[in-house]
């Protein structure tokens, strides 16, 4: 009788787990710590591991993908996730995270300032994790950008 409790708390422990290492990730690209970064990605050269950044093309391997990230971090002077409808799927020894990131962003300080100008930016995000030894690590990332409605369409029909 003891065996389904048990199903069900090693079900919520790996989602615990999965939740963790996808925060891992959003904290560590705030932080700019492209060492912790590094860590969460799946290792090894025989790993494929994949990413597609917003309006960018598939990026396929680990060294391209950590490459990408390091450039994005020497370019990014102030960079804040808040994720929203963080929803976790699990199939054996692979988890699927979808989020909305909500991002907040700027580039270099102008002239006398201590920021730039700050943007936001919303995203839909497919972050695929594969259990390690290690624990949980990011296989693969995707990110959509979600185009806003701006109501210029209405404005048009009506003025018609």
Known sequence: MSEPRDDHAAA???IAAV????TAFYEALEQGDLEALTALWLPGEDLTVSCVHPGWPVLSGRGEVLRSYAL???????IQFFLT?????????????TCTENILSGGPAEEGSSLGPLVGQ????????????????LWSHHGSPVLAETGEEEDEETSS
């Open 72 to 78: 994005i971090m020497a370019n990014t002077e102030y």
């Open 19 to 22: 939740e963790g290492a996808n």
């Open 122 to 137: 919303l995203v839909v995000a497919t972050n695929v994790f594969r259990r390690t030894p290690d624990g949980w690590k």
């Open 12 to 14: 919520a422990a790996d």
């Open 85 to 97: 409808d963080v929803g976790v799927s699990m199939t054996g020894d692979t988890a699927l995270v």
